[in-house]
């Protein structure tokens, strides 16, 4: 099958190198040199702009940052869509606001295209290996077209109905409570290491008691190796849990948990990490308190 993959960073690379390992022919398009040198070695053929993605896709794959550049890369001077054949189906993987999703569905739907509202999670890791989580909704039509990319990419495809926003409504979920337990995760071994407990073994206990999380599991070992390489950045749960606090707004819902976990993120950015490893939001604790850290080994 023939697919593209727009967005080539940690999510969108893992997932190109799960549909060439299962036999597709993947085009991937990027802005970065460096992720199209590395997929191109992988056995990809790489396209420069979006609207050079070959007619003749069975797939289109997006994996931008947000519902701005998903618009871009399909609708903007270079976009995909002109150049792609109606009946494509158009698998948006993007963390977006629900009512984003829908307006971009009802779109690219009324140009004769196929569309699944179809976000991921499961990190860098799983997105290799092809078995990320897909949470997704929209047509039987819809997703008959895109089986073959979904049993490429994913362990566990949640069917969520057939209107498109419901799979960004799940997802926004799974952001809330993601980011909640990464900060959660940060302030309480700040506490632990403030309060003089040795770093390595706080992970090892916690992580064999009822206060574990899958996040303390996954980010905490990032803090103690030092290594704040962006697996997924700071200010993606800047993006996400602006997201999950708009939606909340709009029903008039109070998220208290949600909002603290957003600041702390936001003091982080602000700090100069947004770039970084989300596990290193625990450097506003740092600022504030002069906790050491480990170093880099």
């Known amino acids: 099958m023939r697919v593209g993959v727009i967005g080539l960073g940690n999510m969108g690379m893992g997932a190109a190198v799960s549909l060439l390992r299962a036999g597709h022919l993947v085009f991937g398009c990027d802005l970065n040199a460096q992720a199209r040198s590395e997929l191109a070695a992988a056995g990809a053929e790489i ?17 931008v940052v947000n519902a ?44 004769g295209f196929l569309v699944l509202d179809a976000p991921i999670s499961g990190g860098p890791a799983r997105a290799r290996e092809g078995t990320l989580s897909v949470m997704a909704s929209g047509s039987p039509a819809a997703f008959a ?16 109905g057939e209107e498109p926003g419901l799979g960004s409504t799940v997802k926004m979920v799974n952001q809330l409570l993601a980011g909640v337990h990464i900060a959660a995760a940060a302030e309480a ?21 009822a206060g574990s999380s899958w996040m303390w599991q996954n980010r ?37 948990l949600a909002a603290a976990a957003h600041q702390l993120f936001l003091a982080a950015a602000a700090s100069g990490h947004g770039d970084r490893d989300d596990a290193f939001v625990i450097r506003v604790w740092q600022t504030l ?9």
């Open 47 to 63: 396209v420069a702009r979006p609207d050079l993605l070959p007619p003749d896709l069975k797939a289109l794959v997006l994996l």
């Open 68 to 111: 701005a550049q998903a618009e871009e890369v399909l609708f903007g001077r270079a976009g995909a869509v002109p150049s792609l054949s109606p009946g494509t189906v158009v698998l948006i993987s993007v963390t977006m606001a629900p009512e984003a999703a829908r307006a971009l569905a009802a779109r690219l739907s009324s140009s």
């Open 145 to 160: 077209a895109a089986e073959p990319v979904l049993s490429a990419i994913a362990a566990k495809v949640w069917r969520l």
């Open 189 to 209: 071994l700040a506490l632990g290491i403030r309060a003089g407990a040795d770093a390595n073994t706080l992970f090892e206990v916690i992580g064999a008691s």
């Open 220 to 256: 905490v070992p990032h803090i103690l190796e030092g290594d704040d390489t962006p697996r997924s950045a700071v200010s993606i749960f800047v993006k996400d849990l602006g997201i999950v606090l708009d939606q909340a707004r709009s029903l008039t819902f109070p998220l208290p």
């Open 289 to 297: 308190t002069g906790i050491p850290l480990p170093a880099k080994g």
